[in-house]
C-alpha cells in the first residue's frame, strides 16, 4: 500500500501565510480603470428610461448594446443575459457598467444614474417550473399498490452562501484583439468559452489566467463566466485595462447561492416494516435564470436513496424560476438538499413505525452489488458497515443516545449516513468535458504540471503535484504546477464535483508513468493524455439509466448537541467522522476538507440563515450571514477508510464534497433527540425550534 | 471642504467642537462601517470627524470614594482586564465583539452610538451609570439611560463630548448576563440580559433587570424592580408569570435580517424568568 497519504506542507502555505500570496485584487496595470455594475432595483418589471448624467472625459458606459455576439452567458442553457436589456427578472440584475480612470469618477456617475421601471408582479413561490425531469426504477406503482401503509413527508431546506473568503472579481487587459482576463476561478475554461461567444471571436483571442482563489465552494464555478463577459465587453469599448472586483455586500446580493428545496417523499411500507418502494418530488428554486439548476436538480434526484437501496423508486423534480437571484454550484451540488430529505425521512419513518432507528436504517444500507437508483450497480466494495460500527465506537453513539432519549437534559446526538458521486453525472467526463493534461519535462528533469485545475485551497496543488512525484520517483521540488494560463494549458475541465484528484489526478499518474517508462534524463519531453471512461460505465441521459458516477465516496457523521432551554440556541459540543475516500492522498489536506466540510455542512444544518424580502436579500454582509467562528466549532475527530478505486491515482475517490452533504441531516437529528420534536426544515435555527415547542 | 481634526487636547477637542458640527469618532468601530464606501475610498461621510483616540487624558479607570470612574476613551479590551471594572459589566465585555474590535471600541462610542442592541448599557443601565459630559463652557452630569433618547439618537448636544462614565460601587450577591446571538462569539445581539441581585437573608434587597434589542430603547423597569425588593425569593418565583406581564408593555420587540418579534420576546420572557428563578 503506498504512503502517499503521509502529510506534507502545502506547497503554497508559505506565501499564503506571510502575505507574500498575491490574490486578484493585489495585481496593479498600467493605466488601471475601474468598473462599477449599474443594477436594477426591482425583482420584476420593465425599464422605462435610463438618464445619464454628462460623462467627463474617461468614463465609459457599457451596456447591452456593446456585446459584438450573444447577449447570454454560455452556459447549459442560454437564458442568462450578460446585461439586462429591456426585462428585468430579479432584484440586482446587472445593467450597465460605469467604467473610468478613478473610482472617485465612476462613483460619481454612478450615483448619478436615474433608472425608472415599470414593475410587474414577481414570483417568489415555486410554481413556474422551466425544468421537470423524471425517472423510474424498478416497479414503484405494483409496490405502492401492495403495501401494507404508505406513508408521505415534506423537508425544505434553505439558501446557503459560500461566503469564500475573497470576493469575486477579474482584472482584464487588451492587447491588440486578444483579451486577457485574470480572476478569482474555478472553471478557467468555461470563462474562456463563455468570452468567445459574447464576443464573437476566435478562441485565440481569450485568454483567461487564475489567479490565487481565496476560496470558491463552487460558487465561482458559473457566476465568473458572467462577470469576465462582462468585462470583455467593457475592454473591447474602452481598450484600457479594468479592475472589475466586487464589494462583499455586493457580491452576497447578487452572486450564485444554494437553491432552497422542497422535497416530498412517499415510502411504501411492507409486512416487515421495510420500505419497498420510494415516490419522490425534488423541488429546487432556481431563481431568475437556470444556470447550471438543471444540473444540480439531477444531483440531488440520483442522490434520491442516499446510502441505501430501494429496488422500485419513482423520482420526480423540477426547477422553479423565480424572480430571485440565481442559484448556482456549491460543494455538494443539489446533494445536500437531497441527503437531508432522505435521512430524516428514514429516521422519521422509523419512528412512525416503532422500528430502532438503526437497525432499521441497517436493513436499507446499499450493499456492493446493489442496483443505485438510477439502477447501474454499486461495483466496490461498500465498507459502511465497519465504518458506522467505527462511527458508533469513537462517538459512544448507543450509549448517549440511550441516555439523551430518556433524559429531560435537551442534549441530542444524531448521525447521518450518506454517499457522494465522484465526478460529472453520467457521461458528462466522456461527452462533454473531455479532459486533457499535458505533463513537461524539461533539461533539468523538471516536471511541469499543465492542467487547468485550480487550487481554492482545497489542496490540489499539492496533491497533484504529490501524485506525480510519487510516480515519477522524484522529489516535491522537481515538479511545477502553476496557475493556469488558457494560453499553455490544456482543458483538463472545471474544479468542481469532486473530480479533480479522482480524474484529473488519474490522468496526471497516467502522465507520468508514460514519462517515466520513456525517461531520457537531460531531455525536454512531453505527455498528454485524455479522459476515457471506464468501460464498464454507460448512462443514458434522457432516461437517466445506468451508472450515474464512476465511483462513490462514502461516509458517516456524528453530532452530539446541547439545546438551551430558555434561548433554544444549539451548542454542536462534539463532530466524529468516518470517511472513505478511497485513498487519501495527504492525510491533512483530506482532514482539513473534512473540518471545513462539516463546519459548512452542520452550519448549513441550523445556523447559515438567508432570506429575501421581495427579492432582496436580507442577509447580505458576514454581521448578518452568521457562518460559524472558531468558537461556535465543535471538537471533530475524524478516521479515513482505505479503499481504493481502481481508476483513481493510487486509488483516490472524491473527497471535497463528500464532507459537507451529512453535516445537515446529523445535526438536525441531534435537534430533533433535544427538543423531542421534529425537524423537518433546515436550517433548525432557535426561532424555528421555538415554533416546534409551541406547536404542543 | 472638509476637515477632519485629529487633537490631542480635551481643550483642544472642545474648542473645535465650538466652531462646527462634527461628528466624534472613538474606535470608530460602529461609524466607519456605517459609512463604508467604495474600497479604496474614503468612507461617506456628511460631516467633518473629530477623531478623539489621542485624547490620552481621557484614558484611565480610577476609583473615588463610592465611584469607579472611566475616561471616555478606554478601549474595552483594557476594561476587561482592568480590575477596578464591576464584575457584570467585566461579563458582558467579554463576549462582546471580538479581541480586535474590542482593542479600539469604548463605552462613550457605544453610548453614543446609541443602538438598541448593544450590550454594554445593559451594564451600565443596571449599575445606575452616570456620564460627565463637556462643552468649552460647561461640565455636566446625566445618566446613561436619560441620555439615550432612541435607536442612534442622544441628547448630547453639537458642542459636547462625554468626558467620563461614573459607575456607582455596588455589591450584588448574583449577577448574570446571557447573549443571544446568531452565534457564540462576535454577534450582533437578537437579544440579551442583564441581571442583577442582592438577597440578605432569604429577602431580596436590591433587583435589577435590564434587556436589550426587544425595543426601541433598552428596558429597565424600576417600578417592577421596587415592586420586588423585601419580597422572598420564592414569593417572586410564584409570582413569575404576573411579572412577566407587567414586562410585557416594555416588551415590544420587531422582525429583522437577525431573528423575528416573536422569538424576541419568547427569549426575553426565558431570561427573566431563569434569572428569577435562580435567587
Known amino acids: ?696 | 471642504m472638509v476637515r477632519h481634526r485629529i487633537p490631542v487636547t480635551l481643550e483642544e477637542a472642545l474648542e473645535h467642537l465650538n466652531e462646527t458640527t462634527y461628528k466624534i469618532i472613538a474606535g470608530g468601530t460602529d461609524l466607519m462601517v456605517q459609512n463604508r464606501a467604495w474600497s479604496e475610498l474614503p468612507p461617506k461621510f456628511d460631516a467633518p470627524l473629530l477623531f478623539c483616540f489621542n485624547l490620552e487624558a481621557l484614558k484611565y479607570v480610577k476609583e473615588e470614594n463610592a465611584f469607579i470612574k472611566i475616561g471616555s476613551m478606554t478601549d474595552l479590551e483594557t476594561l476587561l482586564h482592568h480590575p477596578l471594572t464591576p464584575e457584570i459589566l467585566r461579563k458582558v465585555i467579554y463576549e462582546m465583539a471580538s479581541p480586535a474590535i474590542r482593542k479600539v471600541s469604548t463605552l462613550s462610542g457605544n453610548i453614543g452610538n446609541a443602538s438598541p442592541a448593544a450590550d454594554s448599557l445593559l451594564a451600565l443601565y443596571a449599575l445606575d451609570a452616570k456620564v460627565e459630559i463637556k462643552s468649552q463652557k460647561e461640565t455636566r452630569l446625566s445618566t446613561v439611560s436619560e441620555l439615550i433618547l432612541g435607536p442612534r439618537k442622544t441628547a448630547l448636544k453639537q458642542n459636547e463630548i462625554i468626558t467620563e462614565i461614573i459607575i456607582p460601587k455596588s455589591s450584588f450577591t448574583q449577577t448574570c448576563f446571557v447573549k443571544v446571538g446568531g452565534r457564540r462569539a462576535d454577534a450582533i445581539s437578537k437579544v440579551a440580559f442583564v441581571g442583577c441581585a442582592s438577597v440578605e437573608n432569604n429577602v431580596i434587597k436590591d433587583i435589577r433587570m435590564t434587556i436589550n434589542a426587544v425595543a426601541a430603547r433598552l428596558i429597565r423597569r424600576q417600578d417592577i424592580e421596587k415592586g420586588l425588593c423585601e419580597k422572598t425569593p420564592d414569593e417572586v418565583k410564584q409570582n413569575v408569570n404576573a411579572i412577566l406581564e407587567a414586562y410585557s408593555t416594555s416588551i415590544q420587540p420587531i422582525d429583522d435580517q437577525r431573528s423575528n418579534k416573536d422569538y424576541r420576546k419568547y427569549t426575553a420572557n426565558n431570561l427573566i424568568k431563569a434569572f428569577l428563578n435562580t435567587l
Not at chain 1, 65 to 72: F, L, S
Not at chain 1, 295 to 321: E, K, P
Not at chain 1, 456 to 480: F, S, W, Y
Open chain 1, 1 to 696: 500500500m503506498s504512503t502517499i497519504n503521509k502529510s506534507v506542507p502545502k506547497v503554497e502555505a508559505k506565501d499564503k501565510i506571510s502575505g507574500k500570496m498575491k490574490y486578484v485584487s493585489d495585481y496593479h496595470v498600467e493605466g488601471l480603470h475601474y468598473a462599477k455594475t449599474v443594477r436594477s432595483t426591482i425583482a420584476k418589471g420593465v425599464i422605462q428610461s435610463i438618464e445619464l448624467p454628462p460623462l467627463p472625459e474617461g468614463v465609459t458606459i457599457v451596456d447591452y448594446q456593446d456585446i459584438p455576439g450573444k447577449n447570454v452567458v454560455k452556459m447549459i442553457y442560454e437564458d442568462w443575459p450578460v446585461f439586462a436589456e429591456k426585462n428585468i427578472s430579479h432584484y440586482g440584475e446587472p445593467i450597465m457598467l460605469v467604467v473610468g480612470p478613478s473610482k472617485e469618477m465612476v462613483q460619481a456617475v454612478f450615483d448619478k444614474i436615474k433608472i425608472t421601471y415599470q414593475e410587474e408582479t414577481p414570483i417568489f413561490d415555486m410554481v413556474q417550473s422551466k425544468v421537470d425531469y423524471h425517472f423510474t426504477k424498478g416497479d414503484p406503482q405494483t409496490a405502492f399498490q401492495e403495501a401494507k401503509k404508505t406513508i408521505k413527508y415534506t423537508y425544505e431546506t434553505g439558501y446557503q452562501e459560500q461566503a469564500y473568503i475573497e470576493p469575486q472579481g477579474f482584472i482584464g487587459t487588451l492587447e491588440d484583439e486578444k483579451v486577457t482576463l485574470i480572476g478569482s476561478i474555478q472553471a478557467p475554461y468555461y470563462v474562456k468559452n463563455a468570452v468567445i461567444d459574447t464576443l464573437s471571436c476566435k478562441p485565440e483571442d481569450v485568454r483567461i489566467i487564475q489567479a490565487t482563489v481565496g476560496g470558491a465552494f463552487g460558487g465561482k464555478e458559473e457566476f465568473p463566466s458572467l462577470i469576465g463577459c462582462q468585462l470583455a465587453v467593457a475592454l473591447k469599448k474602452v481598450k484600457k485595462p479594468i479592475k472589475l472586483i466586487y464589494e462583499r455586500e455586493e457580491d452576497m446580493e447578487v452572486t450564485t447561492k444554494r437553491h432552497p428545496s422542497k422535497i416530498t417523499m412517499e415510502a411504501a411500507i411492507d409486512e416487515e416494516n421495510n420500505i419497498t418502494a420510494i415516490k419522490s418530488h425534488v423541488g429546487i428554486d432556481g431563481g431568475a435564470f437556470l444556470g447550471l439548476s438543471s444540473v444540480v436538480l439531477s444531483r440531488a434526484m440520483i442522490a434520491a436513496t442516499s446510502a441505501y437501496t430501494i429496488n422500485h423508486l419513482q423520482v420526480d423534480g423540477d426547477v422553479y424560476i423565480t424572480n430571485t437571484v440565481p442559484n448556482g454550484a456549491f460543494r455538494g451540488f443539489g446533494a445536500p438538499q437531497m441527503i437531508f430529505a432522505v435521512e430524516m425521512f428514514i429516521n422519521h419513518l422509523a419512528k412512525d413505525l416503532n422500528e430502532d432507528v438503526h437497525d432499521f436504517r441497517l436493513r436499507h444500507l446499499a450493499k456492493q452489488g446493489d442496483k443505485t437508483t438510477t439502477s447501474g450497480t454499486f461495483r466496490d466494495p461498500i465498507l459502511m458497515p465497519e465504518m458506522i460500527k467505527k462511527a458508533c465506537q469513537i462517538s459512544g453513539y448507543h450509549k448517549k443516545k440511550a441516555l439523551y432519549e430518556s433524559s429531560e437534559k435537551m442534549k441530542g446526538i444524531g448521525m447521518s449516513w450518506f454517499l457522494h458521486g465522484c465526478g460529472f453525472t453520467g457521461s458528462g467526463e466522456a461527452d462533454h468535458i473531455k479532459a486533457k493534461v499535458k505533463l513537461r519535462k524539461d533539461e533539468a528533469d523538471h516536471v511541469y504540471l499543465e492542467i487547468a485545475a485550480v487550487d481554492m485551497g482545497q489542496g490540489a496543488k499539492t496533491t497533484l503535484m504529490k501524485v506525480a512525484a510519487e510516480v515519477l520517483e522524484l522529489p516535491l521540488e522537481a515538479i511545477h504546477f502553476a496557475n493556469p494560463d488558457t494560453d499553455i494549458v490544456p482543458d483538463s475541465g472545471p474544479t468542481v464535483a469532486s473530480r479533480t484528484a479522482m480524474v484529473v489526478g488519474g490522468l496526471v499518474a497516467r502522465a507520468a508513468q508514460e514519462i517515466n517508462e520513456n525517461w531520457q534524463s537531460g531531455k525536454p519531453q512531453i505527455v498528454h493524455k485524455s479522459y476515457k471512461q471506464p468501460d464498464y460505465m454507460e448512462w443514458d441521459q434522457a432516461t437517466f439509466n445506468g451508472d450515474a458516477y464512476p465511483a462513490y465516496s462514502w461516509g458517516v457523521n456524528v453530532v452530539e448537541v446541547s439545546v438551551d432551554p430558555a434561548s433554544l440556541e444549539v451548542r454542536v459540543e462534539h463532530i466524529w467522522s468516518v470517511y472513505d475516500v478511497g485513498k487519501s492522498l495527504d492525510d491533512n489536506i483530506v482532514i482539513g476538507q473534512a473540518d471545513g466540510g462539516t463546519a459548512q455542512g452542520v452550519a448549513y444544518g441550523y445556523l447559515e440563515v438567508m432570506n429575501h424580502r421581495n427579492g432582496k436579500l436580507l442577509q447580505k454582509n458576514m454581521t448578518d450571514y452568521v457562518i460559524p467562528t472558531a468558537v461556535d466549532m465543535a471538537k471533530t475527530e475524524t478516521v479515513l477508510f482505505d479503499n481504493p478505486f481502481a481508476y483513481g491515482p493510487y486509488g483516490a475517490k472524491g473527497a471535497g464534497e463528500l464532507t459537507l452533504v451529512g453535516g445537515a441531516p446529523a445535526v438536525a437529528i441531534a435537534i430533533e433527540m433535544a427538543i423531542n420534536k421534529r425537524v423537518s426544515k433546515i436550517p433548525a435555527t432557535p426561532e424555528y425550534l421555538m415554533e416546534l415547542m409551541n406547536n404542543d
